[in-house]
T-cell receptor, first 114, second 118 residues
Framework: DAKTTQPPSMDCAEGRAANLPCNHS???????VYWYRQIHSQGPQYIIH???NNETNEMASLIITEDRKSSTLILPHATLRDTAVYYC???????????????FGTGTRLKVLA | DTGVSQNPRHKITKRGQNVTFRCDPI?????LYWYRQTLGQGPEFLTY????????KSRLLSDRFSAERPKGSFSTLEIQRTEQGDSAMYLC????????????????FGPGTRLTVL
């Protein structure tokens, strides 16, 4: 299974950009990278996903390196409500059903400071 | 609210008891997943349903665990003879079937059921 590696924790000042890195050096060529976050005692919340090109939505931007071995999630103006654990996720194919399961790592605990 | 719902949100039980959790996926999502999350770890895949068929089961799903989705809508996860090691958050996720041009796989998670086994 492809694995992801993230720093265990980061701090960010409120209003500043939060840049969360992820290493996924074993990702296969046609696999997407997904980012979710989990606020304490809630289920994971989808943020963004990408394959090769950089992506942006109303929540965040995703920068994927050209070799696809790493990516960075950018929260452009972090607020206190962005304090959460952020997971960088790749999928693993389940051959018997043709579906995929998410492979979560241990994530990055982001604390936004007032 | 049209998101994934799970009940109960919290369950405390004594070792050896049976427990059952329920997941109601987003309407018209025919794919449903169960994950387990222990403290300080990311969620781990347990099982997958496509409509009413259970097509995947992880090694983590011991014989004491059983999951059903009888009508292809809501799903239940039962743990028999609970052990303290079963204490965890149990998460359900759903997604629609891929469209022809959609090869992505965004899963939508519920709030989870937190199980504590005493």
């Amino acid at each position: 299974d492809a694995k992801t590696t993230q720093p265990p924790s980061m701090d960010c000042a409120e209003g500043r950009a939060a840049n969360l890195p992820c290493n996924h050096s074993t990702i296969s060529g046609n696999e997407y990278v997904y980012w979710y976050r989990q606020i304490h005692s809630q289920g994971p919340q989808y943020i963004i996903h990408g394959l090769k090109n950089n992506e942006t939505n109303e929540m965040a931007s995703l920068i994927i390196t050209e070799d696809r071995k790493s990516s960075t999630l950018i929260l452009p103006h972090a607020t206190l409500r962005d304090t959460a654990v952020y997971y960088c996720i790749v999928r693993a194919h389940l051959p018997s059903s043709g579906t995929y399961k998410y492979i979560f790592g241990t994530g990055t605990r982001l604390k936004v400071l007032a | 609210d049209t998101g994934v719902s799970q009940n109960p949100r919290h369950k405390i039980t004594k070792r050896g008891q049976n427990v059952t959790f329920r997941c109601d996926p987003i309407s018209e999502h025919n794919r449903l997943y169960w994950y387990r999350q222990t403290l300080g770890q990311g969620p781990e895949f347990l099982t997958y349903f496509q409509n009413e068929a259970q097509l995947e089961k992880s090694r983590l799903l011991s014989d004491r665990f059983s999951a059903e989705r009888p009508k292809g809508s809501f799903s239940t996860l039962e743990i028999q003879r609970t052990e303290q090691g079963d204490s965890a958050m149990y998460l359900c996720a759903s997604r629609p079937q891929f469209g022809l041009l959609d090869t992505t796989d965004t899963q939508y998670f519920g709030p989870g059921t937190r199980l504590t086994v005493l």
